[in-house]
């Protein structure tokens, strides 16, 4: 069972920033990709951004040149460095792990519980 714990949401001014970070733990044989989610009321969850286990990343749209995505593999972590937010960035922000199983040619995605992005005008 692999679990994702989430810190460094909150809220923020325009223009301010934050950095979210994801630690995975419980029985890890292999994370692969990891990335952020989030949704806004009322709205589909959409993905932010996501890092393979080599670095390669990729960023939605409204986010590319103010976030930036990293990850450590030593920690099991990933990380989620907002800047120049918006009141638009304002949601609910999830992480996401890939997680190979001894052997396993598929993985199992895990996703954190949510962490809430509040961005004042």
């Known amino acids: 069972q692999v679990q994702l714990v989430e810190s460094g949401g909150g809220l923020v001014q325009a223009g301010g920033s934050l950095r979210l970070s994801c630690v995975a733990s419980?029985?890890?044989?292999?994370?692969?990709?990891m990335g952020w989610y989030r949704q806004a009321p009322g709205k589909e969850r959409e993905l932010v951004a996501a890092?393979?286990?080599?670095?390669?990343?990729n960023y939605a749209d409204p986010v590319k040149g103010r976030f930036t995505i990293s990850r450590d593999n030593a920690k099991n972590t990933v990380y989620l460095q907002m800047n120049s937010l918006k009141p638009e960035d304002t949601a609910v922000y999830y992480c996401?792990?890939?997680?190979?199983?001894?052997?396993?040619?598929?993985?199992?995605?895990?996703w954190g519980q949510g962490t809430q992005v509040t961005v004042s005008s």
């Open positions: 419980g029985r890890i044989i292999r994370i692969g990709d």
């Open positions: 996401t792990a890939d997680h190979y199983y001894s052997g396993s040619y598929y993985p199992e995605t895990c």
């Open positions: 890092v393979s286990r080599s670095g390669s990343t």
